[in-house]
């Protein structure tokens, strides 16, 4: 930071560093932070820029047909076709306009997606903590740092514990960098060696770290390679891959058939000029050539309707593959609970649980013993037992401007706002007890722990699960003194308490012996004192229980992983109706001692709740039912949760409480952390996916129906049934509104009451092939019959042409509603709910009444009115699509 004339901050120590950045170990005062947002504005990178409308305009003329068609717009004009020439342009502005409206509008839903979820960061300043936008970041700050977390600055280190970071984003290294706050290292080291700093832009894998910003926005390492790393563009979704592959063989054909049609056309008469411009319009009318971005508008619409629903996607694969998912494994704190933890017993050694009063995160309330009043002895218990819950403790809580501020793991908030419940204050606390060292809690260890020394001895305190602190412990606290331990009193409390749906944790402390320069960790846990049992409850969500109900009846099975005792687990499963037995819950335990891999296997099939599991073996559950055949969605909040989240089919992370490291891995973060917002994603996700299938099924369809009617001429002899300019309007008025309309396509009611879609299914299963196959059959067949009937009833080519014209309009019009469900009626659905789609297909025809009487247009066309009585009965003609799409649904659902 040139500002600041420290170019080297690896190269200087810690306090060095502090103090040429104007800043002290207690953090900027507001001041100083309010003039340093002037000076160097929000830490902010600049996004990948997106094409404006102009440039997406001029991208709709870079397909290859569209080539051609301009080409032949200028060929007509050379030879002073002036009618084709300026009808072919203006169908191609025309659509030009039409597909700029629709992905400039696309692109725009998708880029306010990303400001829904937001990265946030711990500061110090002026001596408290405050959890900020990281955006808010200046040079000097002093940030907090922990297993999960994105870096939002560069910085350098001021203290670690066990810090890990993935640097991958920079170097290219997948594997984890060890971080020393305590090292110097040489100015010219490269990123990988700056072992005292940490990069904006990286992820913490573990530890703990405080660190002092030294450079934001562009001024940081990321900021430097910026559009390198931000211009890349993503990956395309698997279905528009698919996609794109389809359109290219199907153009294969089309454009053979176009070329025979051509040849057959010419050898008939027709003019050069008017064979080239006949297979152009063909090929440009039949192929599908605007699926792909029919598609992306679809997937589009689909991400907008949910995120209204709480639910963001980061990869559009997660919309397709939510249509195959069969197990939802569910984290339960905060996902199927409230995540409002509140402390409602305390089981002290040899007594009764004390009940702790007051709701919600505010102090107010009191413990209350069963005979109502607490001895002295009992108090002094009670003061050592809140003593330990706060100061092995990672939370904050306090009393600003006129009201509780507390951040930090919803536990450790519990267990401040119970302590303050009886006089035991954060502050006051720790400034008896300062600490000198900790052990900071992580998934995979199960406990926390603190380093305080007073009057020179060291004092441990420890929080955590039973079965990893009693090894701890050797004694229990008594009313006077420490008792002998007795492991299986203080298990069957713990288990009568789990029992009863209370998630249960244990306190304990104790001196410790170290050497002068010897390290805090574990291995100096031993001998403690175990003080007693905290009995915290969370409650369910009160949509939970239904949202598991849905999920069975739509094919979906549910588990849940918890790192809670079994007996707590299989309370709230009960209630959840996930299990009914103890049989089906499976611990992390016994995950270990399964023989072998089948075995394990056997084990995960049968459980719906897994219990004492480490997050290592989310990834194993996650692999062994996938082997099963299930086709996976994992949810999970940790940093340690990213390799199950990687290997399910949909990894769902959490948008309030998940770090960041679990928001970066998944395809979706749920903004509310609800498991009701989970099953609201499988649900539009089905809605989605069938509405992809709308689009594809009317487009494909309906070209293929005009290769029909081309074939039929061309093997009956006939005159062609519609000329080029013609086939070029029908492709403008059809399908430039009605097939993107689909998408809008509201849910018909029944997504959750269907089986999950097989992974292995194709998009053109033998559904979409039959109703393909018959609806094109019947468009052509028919057309072609009243083509060949107005021809042999005296009509005129252009007459007959006129009414087989008229006729395509509305029968593609019709299509258009049977494209709405492939299985229900089209006579028991509402046309009012999808309000687009009604005023484009009336649109559509509208328009092309008014060409009919408007003289120009009327005489590129070849077209002229036609009398009420004729449009109804052509129309009646065209419901005959509806009687046989009506009749093939009926047909299936019996033979089904």
Not at 879 to 890: D, F, N, Q, R
Request: include cysteine; glycine fraction near 8%.
């Amino acid at each position: 930071m040139s500002a600041y004339n420290i170019s080297s901050p690896h190269n200087e120590p810690a306090d060095a560093v502090i103090k040429a950045l104007g800043s002290s170990a207690e953090g900027l005062d507001r001041v100083e932070v309010e003039e340093r947002v002037k000076r160097f504005g929000p830490n902010v990178l600049p996004s990948a820029k997106q094409p404006g409308a102009v440039r997406i305009f001029l991208h709709q003329f870079t397909s290859p047909l569209i080539y051609i068609l301009l080409a032949a717009a200028g060929i007509s004009l050379l030879i002073r076709e002036w009618s084709d020439g300026v009808f072919i342009s203006g169908v191609l502005l025309l659509n030009a306009i039409i597909g700029t409206i629709q992905e400039y509008s696309a692109q725009r839903a998708a880029a306010s997606l990303k400001q829904l979820v937001r990265t946030n960061a711990r500061v110090v300043r002026g001596g408290d903590t405050y959890e900020i936008s990281a955006q808010e970041l200046v040079p000097g700050d002093i940030v907090l740092l922990e297993s999960g977390d994105k870096v939002p600055a560069d910085m350098r280190l001021l203290t670690t514990l066990d810090l890990e970071v993935d640097e991958s984003l920079l170097t290219g290294e997948s594997e984890g960098v060890h971080k020393d706050a305590e090292k110097i290292v040489a100015v010219d080291s490269g990123l990988s060696d700056r072992l005292n700093m940490v990069f904006a832009g990286t992820l913490l894998n573990r530890g703990r770290s405080r660190g002092v910003v030294v450079a934001t926005a562009l001024s940081t390492e990321l900021g430097r390679i910026a559009e390198a790393v931000l211009g890349k563009r993503t990956a395309r979704p698997p279905l528009l891959i698919r996609m794109d592959r389809f359109v290219k063989r199907v153009t294969v054909l089309i454009s053979g058939v176009a070329v025979l049609l051509a040849v057959v056309a010419l050898t008939r008469g027709m003019a050069l000029n008017e064979v080239f411009l006949l297979g152009v319009a063909l090929a440009v009318s039949a192929i599908p050539e605007g699926l792909p971005v029919a598609l992306t508008i679809a997937l589009a619409i689909g991400m907008q309707r949910m995120a209204r629903r709480n639910v963001i996607v980061r990869r559009l694969v997660a919309v397709e593959a939510l249509g195959s998912c069969t197990f939802i494994a569910t984290d339960k704190t905060g996902t199927l609970t409230e995540n409002q933890l509140t402390v409602r017993r305390i089981v002290l050694p040899f007594a009764e649980p004390w009940e702790v009063t007051g709701e919600s995160m505010q102090p107010q309330g009191e413990i209350v013993t069963p005979a109502g009043t607490l001895t002295a002895g009992e108090n002094k218990q009670l003061q050592r037992f809140c003593r330990a819950a706060v100061l092995a403790n990672e939370g904050f809580l306090a009393h600003r401007d006129h009201g509780w501020t507390y951040h930090g793991d919803a536990v450790d908030v519990a267990l401040l706002v119970m302590a303050h419940k009886v006089g035991v204050v954060q502050a006051t606390t720790a400034g008896s007890f300062p600490e000198t060292a900790s052990i900071p809690f992580e998934s995979q260890r199960m406990f926390s722990a603190s380093l305080s020394t007073v009057d020179g001895v060291r004092y441990a305190f420890v929080k955590g699960a039973l079965e990893r602190l009693l090894p701890m412990c050797s004694s229990m606290a008594g009313e006077r003194a420490p008792l002998p331990l007795d492991c299986s009193l203080i298990e069957d409390q713990a288990h009568a308490m789990a029992s009863q749906g209370y998630r249960v944790l244990a306190l304990a402390s104790g001196r410790v012996h170290l050497a002068p320069q010897e390290k805090f960790t574990d291995a100096h846990l031993n001998d403690l004192t175990f003080l007693g049992l905290v009995c915290m409850i969370d409650p369910l969500r009160s949509e939970a229980k239904s949202a598991v109900a849905m999920c069975h009846r739509a094919g979906i099975e549910v588990a849940m992983v918890t790192g809670d005792h079994p007996a707590t687990a299989f309370a709230i499963a009960r209630e959840l109706e996930l299990v009914d037995s103890p049989d089906r819950i499976v611990t992390g335990r016994a995950l270990r001692k399964a023989e072998n891999q089948a075995a394990a296997d056997r084990l995960i099939h049968r459980a719906r709740v897994f219990a004492r599991v480490e997050p290592q073996q989310k990834v194993e559950i996650v692999k062994a039912l996938q082997r099963n055949g299930e086709f996976v969605a994992v949810s999970g909040d940790g940093a340690n949760d990213a390799p199950a989240l990687r290997a399910a089919q949909v990894g769902v992370a959490m948008g309030k409480s998940g770090t960041d490291v679990a928001r970066e891995t998944a395809d979706l973060i749920i903004t509310d952390d609800n498991f009701a917002s989970i099953v609201a994603g499988v649900e539009e996700g089905r809605i989605a996916y069938g509405n992809v299938r709308k689009v594809i099924f009317l487009l494909i369809s309906t070209g293929a129906s005009e290769l029909v009617l081309f074939i039929l001429a061309l093997l009956a002899g006939l005159p062609l049934p519609l000329l080029a300019v013609q086939l070029l309007w029908l492709n403008l008025v059809t399908n430039g509104i009605q097939d993107v309309a689909l998408a809008f396509e509201p849910a018909e009611g029944d997504e959750l009451r269907k089986p999950p879609r097989p992974p292995s299914e194709p998009i053109f299963n033998r559904l979409m092939v039959e109703r393909v196959i018959l609806s094109a059959l019947m468009i052509g067949i028919v057309a072609f019959l009243l083509f060949r009937h107005l021809l042999g009833s005296g009509y005129s080519v252009d007459q007959a042409r006129n009414g087989t014209l008229l006729l395509m309009v509305l029968f593609e019009n019709i299509h258009a509603f049977n494209s709405r469900s492939e299985t229900c009626s089209l006579f028991r659905q509402n046309p009012l709910t999808n309000p687009f789609l009604l005023f484009g297909v009336a649109g559509a025809q509208l328009v092309h009444i008014a060409a009919m009487y408007l003289p120009w247009i009327r005489d590129i066309l070849a077209i002229q009115p036609v009398s009420p009585q004729n449009w109804l009965l052509l129309l009646a003609l065209a419901t005959s699509l509806a009687a046989v799409m009506e009749i093939h649904k009926i047909v299936r659902r019996r033979w089904h």
